[in-house]
């Protein structure tokens, strides 16, 4: 009975967000630059998705996937961010919630240092080339570093993951993303849709020199959309799964 109630509740959160932004003439959207727009073009139509969000920071605001959590959708969330899992586990309590880093499977380290931004939350990273791109172009230092602790790509797959269908892939960690996408590849882990954040391109040169577009073009990824920082790929395998209508507009060659 309780899941029935929050589930109307949702639903009622979602018709109210809609309601609201018609009256103001606005677009509705949680992401940081309309990421879920775009994502659910293609999603459009699947009841029951779920996804994993690698560097979810906020349950609501700037949120890739909250839009699909009020549609009844669930997943794993993984922020090592202070603060963010009592928000998370009190707002979106479907949803698993890990307060740690994600690493790829050669770090075998149980914690890692944590270069926290006080002014600049978003910008906390473990990635030390992150740190000095941060430094040098905006003149950012971290205003301190934590220990946290670490889940590799192999245990999240091995105890959160096991053998769900991921929906959409969500990774924003600020900086390592090329590394945990490889190695999820490597576990036959192949979301439906990919949004990942990439730092410092432009749409044309990712389709140039975008390691990421890469290795996800190897395996059968296509690039279908990009924002200001993120871009968002569709495996072609995955496309007679998608229910969506708005397919019909792409001519899409397998």
């Not at 940081?32 to 906020?58: M, T």
């Not at 906390?124 to 934590?146: A, E, M, Q």
């Not at 990009?226 to 995955?238: A, D, G, W």
Request: net charge positive; aromatic share 12%.
């Amino acid at each position: 009975k309780m899941k029935s109630l929050n589930k109307i509740f949702n639903l009622l959160k979602l018709k109210i967000f809609r309601f609201v932004n018609r009256i103001f003439g606005t677009t509705f959207t949680f992401s940081a630059d309309g990421e879920d727009i775009i994502i659910r073009k293609f999603l459009s139509g699947v009841k029951k998705g779920f996804y994993v969000d690698l560097g979810a920071h906020n349950h609501k605001i700037g949120s890739n996937t909250y839009y699909f959590y009020l549609l009844g959708w669930s997943g794993v969330c993984v922020d090592p961010l202070p603060g963010v899992k009592k928000k998370f586990t009190r707002k979106r309590p479907k949803d698993t919630f890990l307060e740690k880093a994600v690493v790829p499977d050669n770090n075998l380290d149980k914690t890692v240092d944590y270069h926290f931004f006080n002014n600049f939350k978003d910008n906390s990273t473990t990635s030390i080339k992150r740190i000095n791109d941060l430094k040098r172009n905006f003149g950012r230092i971290p205003s301190s570093v934590i220990k946290i602790d670490t889940i590799t790509i192999s245990e999240l797959v091995e105890n959160y993951i096991g053998t769900n269908q991921v929906s959409l892939l969500n990774i924003d960690i600020e900086g390592g993303e090329f590394e945990i996408l490889s190695d999820l590849l490597r576990k036959k882990v192949y979301p439906w849709i990919i949004c990942v954040e990439e730092i410092g391109m432009y749409a044309e040169s990712i389709v140039k020199n975008s390691s990421i577009f890469k290795i996800l073009n190897e395996n059968s990824y296509l690039f279908v959309g990009r924002t200001f920082l993120t871009s968002i790929y569709v495996n072609i395998n995955s496309l007679d799964k998608l229910n969506s209508p708005y397919i019909n507009d792409l001519i899409i060659k397998k």
